[in-house]
Every structure is written in structure tokens, then in C-alpha cells.
């Protein structure tokens, strides 16, 4: 028996849930899917709403991760709206197929159950597995609950369809913390949805009016053409995006910050910066050492691709140091994100702060307030001329930290 | 049924880079003429899509596009997949793939399809190696060929590939695939009416045709015809189809010619000895009498 999936407008549901419920308002027309945990049970709901007729769309089980992005690009192709959804290993599966789908600009939209990357195996979170993927040419979204989870897939398609972006989304949601936690969610009217959400139309498509070859081959005298093509359109998607969030939170009431969101950074002098769901527990302990006294602030960097550089270094240069949470590590350097921020801080024109990568979080372990209130501290003394280690492993088992 | 006199004469293949007397060029070339205007084509990596979409010159004159190498089998499902979505009718989801790009890195894809019984037609041409990277050995390359990754080395016992020819017609019938068919560019009467029969099938159907590669093999580009006669008349290939659970040989040669006919006009066979040639002999009797056993012939 399958359960009901009735709307209600507001329901108590797994951040999984809510992804599912975000795709089905945008109406997709083909869905494939291949399970692999903690993603599982957003195509389990998609297949159960569409096996209710509770949605009309065609959906694919896939025999893997790269048939499943080749099936949705197959569908994309012919100018259908289409979703999928991985993690991990599933995502480092179908990692060519990220690369055609974004040079041949389908604007697929697909959620990533953040989870680490095996060996050693392990099937809890950090971002090793998305940041792996940071050159396919996607945007990368992460959020912080159950709520923007799903407002983000309605946000992911607006933006990608766009017809000057073209370019697919990745909606990254922590493993387990997100997927599997359940919290009130509001559920937009199906109304609501389609006046913010158009059709999707485009002319990048297979059409036996207008017959075609996409995907081509392109030969050294174009292929750069086509890349700075893809440049520009990432760069207009990072235009949009706040307009998309303003147009978003005039439709919805809802609003989560456009590349980045800004917490009690105003007059702020330690600030760290962190994607995902340890945003949430930063802002209570944010909120904790405001109390003390303490001009601590906090930067949701919710877009990694693209890359809120100027937003980043506009806080940096006003603030005397910043620390970096990374639930990664580029082995043989430091945090991916930090790399980034680190090279956006330089090119500021402001004083570059004192900077610290606390690695933390990975494969699941959890981020704790006592941890995330040390990184404040050690970014205070820090700032206070104190030797600190630059890049810092959070809460290794044989020290104490 | 398609004949000489009916064939229509519009052309949705040309002004493609293909060396002279491909095989496959003449297998794209005819599958196009039957499925027509109305087809969505998708190519992995392979000579066909080297020659056809270099940008800016297209090849096709069907919507077309180049796939991954694995993923043909998965983005002809996605597309046939928005065929039903869209609610198009009479159109034709066309794949056609190289033997590399179908026996081995698109062979998930391809199973996958057909267990899902995906409406797709999925045309393998088979020149027996990875021509477009430079002759390299597949899973399809017959036993006893010289490729460029089973050279002919210094050592006596060197003599080309160790294995033989893997069986995807019979990979294809373990899916119980609703239609699949062998079919050879030489015999262009019974390939044409194979893919009339394919296209109009409901759910997947697959065609593995043998298309003589004159560059790859080694032999003169005005031959291709007649050397793939030679593989069907020495047994070495053979047309068939699968249908309703049944196998129907579409031609039982009374006798065969010796192989010796077929391998000494390629230089890929040159370096045989008289014993690899009477294992080779010995092979396609056995495999012979099993098809006779199995298919009642
Ligand atoms: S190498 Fe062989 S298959 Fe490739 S284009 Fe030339 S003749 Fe055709």
C-alpha cells in the first residue's frame, strides 16, 4: 500500500521530503533515478507521487549514476524538465556526464545528499564528494534546513532555465543532518508555484522542425568560444541569483539569501564563513557570544558555484579575522572553500584579515557549539597577533582542542 | 518490405568526413533511409560521430547528437522517455554505436534500456576494433587479428588476439529484447528490412551489423562489400533474428568457402599460420553445429 501523500501547507517532513515536494511543484516531466543512501527516499517519494497520479511524469529507473545523468540529459535534450538526485560515490559516478550536460547547456536541476567519499567507506556527511565536482561546470547551492531545501529546487530551475544561464544546478543537502531530520515545512500552492515558475521553453534542443546536431565536437579553433560561453553564463547566473531570491520571498514570503546570507555581520570583527546545515548551530552560537560581548558574525556562503567573491571580500575587508569551516580537505593544500575565500580576500582592496581553515565535520562526525565557539575564540586571539596553526583539524581524537 | 525499387532516395547522411568504402558510414547512411526525417539520433564517442559533427560541418540532417562513450543506451531511455512525455507520435529514437561503445563501455547502458523496455532502436556497427582511437582491440575483435593493442611481437607465439568474438546477438536475446537481428552492410536488402522491422517494434529492438572497416582491417577501400560477403559465405558472420522467442537463420550457406578466403585478403590476418587458420575453422563448425542445435536448422 502506498501512503497518501496529501498537501498540506504545512507538514512535519524530512529535508528529503521537502526536496521531493519542491520538484513535484515545478512539474518535471522525467525523472530518473537510482538509489544510493541518504539520497534514497527523494526518489522514493517522487515515484510514489507520480505512481498516485498525484503528479504526471515520466520516470526512469536507471540501472546507475552515469545511465541516470545520461537519462536525464537524454529527456533535457528534447526540452523536457527533468530531476535526479545522488551522493558520494553516485556523484563521482557520473561525473562525465556533469560535463556534458553543462557544456551542452541543460539546465538540469539535481539534488546531492552530501556524504563523504569512500575509502575508507563511511555513509555520513561532509562535502567531498560536491567540491569534487566544483570544475564540471554546475552551479553548486548549499542549504541550511529543510525549508530552503525545498524552496532552492523551485529557485534551482528559475535560475537554470534562464535562457542567458542554460546551466545545470546542484542543490547540496548535508547527509543524514538534512536528508533524514525532520522540522515544520511550509509548502507553496501549486498556484503559487506556477506564476513564479514558467513552462520550460528553449531553443537548445533536439526538434524535427529545426533539425540539429548538439553535443558536437568542437575543434581547438572553437572549443574556447564555447568555454567563455559558459563563463559568461555563470557570470549572469550570479547577476540573477538575488533577484531570483527577492522575486522568490515576493512570491513565497520566504527569503534565504542570495549567493551568500550575511548573520550579525554589521559591525562584526570575527566572522566565520561555512556552507550547509553548521550554519544553523553557528547562528546560536553566534547569537551566545553576541551576548558576551563579543562582535562575532557569520557568513552563509549558500552559492559556491558561482563563487560570491566580491560579497566575500566586501565582509573580509571590513573585519579583523575570518575562519573557514571546511567538511573537506584538498589534500596536499588546505579547505576547498577556504582556498577560494582566501583568494578573494587577497584580491579585496580593504586590509586582508587574519585567516584561519578549520576542517571539521567530515564524514559525518558532528560539528559541536563548544567546537564552533572555540574557532571564534582562536579567531579572536588570532586577530590579537597570537601564533595559531593556519590550517586547524577540529577536534582530532589525540588532542585536545 | 524495402527493396532497391522502393528505397527512398532522400539522403540524411553526407558530406561526412568517413574514409572511403566505411562500412559503417554505409550502415548509418541506410538505417537513415528507412527510419527518415522523423528520428532522434544519438552517437557515442566513435567514427561516426568523428566524421559527422566536427563543429561547424554537420553530417546529419535528422536532430542528432554525440553521446558519452558509455551512455547510449541511458540517453536514448531519456529521450524516449520525453518522446512519451511531449506525446510525439511516429517518431524514431535511434542509436547507432560502434562494438566498443556497445560490447563494452555501453554495455550496461544498453542492458539497461532493454530491460526497461525502453522504445529504442540500437544499431551496433560492428568493425571488430576501436577504429576511431587507432585499431585498438574490443571484445568484438575476432580472434586472430592484429590490432594496435594486440600487436604482432617478436615472440613465436605472438599471433594477434588470443580470444574470440564475443556473442551479443546472444546477449541480446538473454534479455528477451521484443526484436534483435545480425545483419551485414553486404546484404543491404535484409539490413533494410530489419530495420523496418525494428523501428516498428514496440519496446526495444537492436541490430548488430557488420560493417567492414577498409583502414582498420587492410584491405583496399573499393573491397568492403565483397569482404563482408566473404565473412557470411565462410561462415564467420552470420544474419539472423530473434523474434517471439525464436531464432530464424535468414540464410544457411550449403557449404562454406574456406576462411583462408575471407582472412588472407586483410592484413589484420596476414600473420596467421595454417594452424591458427584450422583453429579458427574448427571454431566456426562448432559454433555452427551449437546455433543448428539451438535453432533447429
Ligand atoms: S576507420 Fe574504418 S570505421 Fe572509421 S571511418 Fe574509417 S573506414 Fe569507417
Redesign the pocket.
Known amino acids: 500500500m502506498v501512503k497518501s501523500t496529501g498537501l498540506k501547507r504545512r507538514d512535519f517532513i524530512s529535508a528529503n521530503d521537502a526536496v521531493a515536494y519542491g520538484v513535484k511543484l515545478c512539474r518535471p516531466e522525467v525523472i530518473a533515478a537510482y538509489p544510493i543512501t541518504p539520497q534514497t527516499t527523494v526518489v522514493e517519494k517522487l515515484s510514489e507521487f507520480i505512481e498516485n497520479k498525484e503528479m504526471a511524469c515520466e520516470y526512469l529507473n536507471v540501472e546507475s549514476e552515469h545511465s541516470v545523468m545520461s537519462a536525464v540529459m537524454g529527456a533535457s535534450l528534447m526540452g523536457c524538465r527533468t530531476f535526479t538526485a545522488t551522493s558520494s560515490q553516485g556523484l563521482l559516478y557520473m561525473c562525465e556526464m556533469l560535463h556534458y550536460v553543462s557544456g551542452s547547456r541543460f539546465p538540469i536541476v539535481m539534488m546531492n545528499a552530501n556524504r563523504t567519499v569512500a575509502a575508507p567507506w563511511n555513509i555520513f556527511g561532509d562535502h567531498r564528494d560536491s567540491l569534487a565536482m566544483r570544475d564540471s561546470g554546475w552551479m553548486q547551492v548549499y542549504v541550511e534546513n529543510g525549508q530552503e531545501a525545498l524552496d532552492t529546487i523551485i529557485q534551482a530551475y528559475k535560475l537554470a532555465e534562464n535562457p542567458k544561464v542554460l546551466t545545470p544546478v546542484m542543490v547540496c543537502l548535508d547527509g543524514f543532518v538534512l536528508t533524514h531530520t525532520y522540522e515544520l515545512v511550509d509548502i507553496p500552492d501549486q498556484s503559487a508555484v506556477d506564476a513564479f515558475l514558467p513552462p520550460f521553453v528553449t531553443e537548445n534542443k533536439l526538434d524535427l522542425a529545426k533539425p540539429k546536431s548538439l553535443c558536437i565536437t568542437a575543434p581547438p579553433e572553437w572549443q574556447t568560444e564555447f568555454r567563455y560561453q559558459q563563463y559568461e553564463a555563470m557570470k549572469e547566473a550570479k547577476k540573477l541569483i538575488p533577484g531570483i531570491d527577492k522575486e522568490f520571498a515576493a512570491h513565497f514570503g520566504r527569503s534565504h539569501g542570495g549567493l551568500i546570507e550575511e548573520y550579525r555581520c554589521e559591525d562584526a570583527e570575527y566572522v566565520l564563513m561555512a556552507m550547509g546545515s553548521v550554519v544553523g548551530t553557528s547562528r546560536l552560537v553566534v547569537d551566545k557570544l553576541r551576548e558576551e560581548g563579543l562582535k562575532v558574525g557569520l557568513v552563509k556562503v549558500r552559492f559556491y558555484r558561482p563563487f560570491p567573491k566580491e560579497e566575500l571580500a566586501s565582509i573580509g575587508s571590513k573585519v579583523k579575522a575570518v575562519g573557514v569551516i571546511d567538511r573537506d580537505i584538498s589534500f596536499g593544500y588546505e579547505g576547498a572553500l577556504y582556498a577560494d575565500v582566501k583568494a578573494a580576500l587577497y584580491n579585496s582592496q580593504g586590509t586582508c584579515p587574519r585567516t584561519i581553515n578549520f576542517i571539521a565535520g567530515l564524514s559525518g562526525r558532528d560539528i559541536t557549539k563548544e567546537n564552533l565557539e572555540m574557532m571564534y575564540r582562536k579567531l579572536i586571539k588570532a586577530a590579537q597577533g597570537q601564533a595559531e596553526e593556519e590550517i586547524q583539524f577540529v577536534g582530532l581524537r589525540w588532542e585536545q582542542w | 518490405m524495402v527493396n532497391v525499387r522502393n528505397l527512398p532516395d532522400q539522403e540524411l547522411f553526407y558530406g561526412h568526413?568517413?574514409?572511403?568504402?566505411?562500412?559503417?558510414?554505409t550502415a548509418a547512411r541506410l538505417v537513415l533511409k528507412i527510419t527518415g526525417e522523423r528520428t532522434f539520433l544519438a552517437y557515442p564517442a566513435?567514427?561516426?560521430s568523428?566524421?559527422s559533427t566536427i563543429y561547424l560541418q554537420m553530417a546529419f540532417a535528422v536532430p542528432s547528437l554525440t553521446m558519452a562513450f558509455p551512455a547510449t543506451g541511458a540517453v536514448l531511455s531519456g529521450m524516449a522517455a520525453a518522446v512519451k512525455a511531449k506525446k510525439l507520435e511516429n517518431v524514431t529514437v535511434l542509436g547507432i554505436a560502434?562494438d566498443g561503445g556497445t560490447a563494452d563501455i555501453g554495455l550496461q547502458a544498453l542492458s539497461g534500456a532493454v530491460e526497461r523496455g525502453d522504445k529504442i532502436l540500437y544499431v551496433c556497427?560492428d568493425?571488430e576494433a576501436y577504429?576511431?582511437t587507432g585499431?585498438q582491440r574490443s571484445s568484438l575483435t575476432p580472434y586472430g587479428a592484429w590490432t594496435t593493442t594486440t600487436p604482432i611481437g617478436e615472440n613465436e607465439d605472438s599471433f594477434g588476439k588470443r580470444k574470440f568474438k564475443k556473442n551479443l546477438f546472444e546477449i541480446m536475446m538473454a534479455h528477451r529484447i521484443p526484436y534483435c537481428a545480425t545483419a551485414s552492410v553486404s546484404y543491404p536488402v535484409d539490413f533494410l528490412n530489419k530495420i523496418e522491422k525494428a523501428k516498428d517494434t514496440d519496446g526495444p529492438s537492436f541490430i548488430h551489423v557488420m560493417?567492414?572497416?577498409?583502414?582498420?582491417?587492410g584491405f583496399p577501400?573499393d573491397r568492403?562489400i565483397e569482404i563482408g560477403r566473404l565473412a557470411v559465405e565462410t561462415g564467420l558472420w552470420y544474419l539472423a533474428e530473434y523474434e517471439n522467442n525464436k531464432v530464424k537463420m535468414n540464410l544457411v550457406p550449403k557449404t562454406f568457402k574456406p576462411v583462408e578466403e575471407y582472412l588472407k585478403k586483410q592484413k589484420r590476418f596476414k600473420h596467421l599460420t595454417d594452424e591458427h587458420i584450422a583453429i579458427i575453422e574448427k571454431h566456426r563448425d562448432e559454433e555452427w553445429a551449437t546455433m543448428g542445435q539451438r535453432y533447429g536448422f
Open positions: 568526413k568517413a574514409c572511403q568504402g566505411c562500412g559503417a558510414a566513435s567514427c561516426i568523428t566524421v560502434g556497427y568493425n577504429m576511431n585499431v560493417a567492414p572497416c577498409p583502414t582498420g582491417w577501400s568492403t
